[in-house]
């Protein structure tokens, strides 16, 4: 292996370390301490808030997904020195990217269908 190739498999392993690390220190920093007062219950009687709390979960889970595939890409573009391979690597991951953005922009529409369908109010 050359010495451009392992610093390019530093940097995005690097990069993508850095991303996974910033997204979940947040998640972690919430189940650090017991919330204090009464229980939380988490049943819910309807139809439309299980809607909207998937439709919250599915828009992050598709954008978290889609900045990482820009940064993989960006990554690639910016470590690919003239390979002609690794340009077209980064621009699929870039397309990869604009994808999952689009679905978390059309992810609100879709629920609405799904719930139009079911026939919830």
Same mark, same amino acid.
């Given at each position: 292996?050359?010495? #451009? ?6 940097? *995005?392993? !690097?990069?993508?370390?850095? +991303? *996974?690390?910033?997204? @979940?220190?947040? &998640? ?6 017991p919330p204090? /007062?009464?229980?939380?219950? =988490? ?7 299980? $809607?909207?709390? @998937?439709?919250?979960? $599915?828009? /992050?889970?598709?954008? !978290?997904?889609? #900045?990482?595939?820009f940064v ?6 910016? +470590?690919? /020195? ?9 621009? &699929?991951?870039?397309?990869?990217? !604009? ?5 978390? $922009?059309? &992810?609100?529409?879709? =629920?609405?269908?799904?719930?139009? *369908? @079911?026939?919830?109010?």
């Amino acid at each position: 292996m050359t010495p #451009t190739r392992v610093r390019r498999i530093a940097a *995005i392993t !690097a990069t993508a370390a850095l +991303t *996974i690390l910033v997204t @979940l220190a947040p &998640a972690s920093a919430a189940f650090a301490a017991p919330p204090a /007062g009464p229980p939380m219950i =988490l049943a819910v009687n309807d139809l439309n808030t299980v $809607i909207s709390e @998937l439709q919250k979960w $599915i828009m /992050g889970f598709l954008a !978290a997904l889609a #900045t990482l595939f820009f940064v993989i890409g960006g990554a690639r573009y910016m +470590t690919a /020195g003239g390979d002609p391979s690794e340009i077209e690597r980064a621009k &699929a991951a870039f397309k990869a990217a !604009a994808i999952g953005y689009a679905l978390a $922009i059309l &992810a609100p529409i879709l =629920l609405e269908a799904l719930q139009s *369908i @079911l026939g919830a109010p």
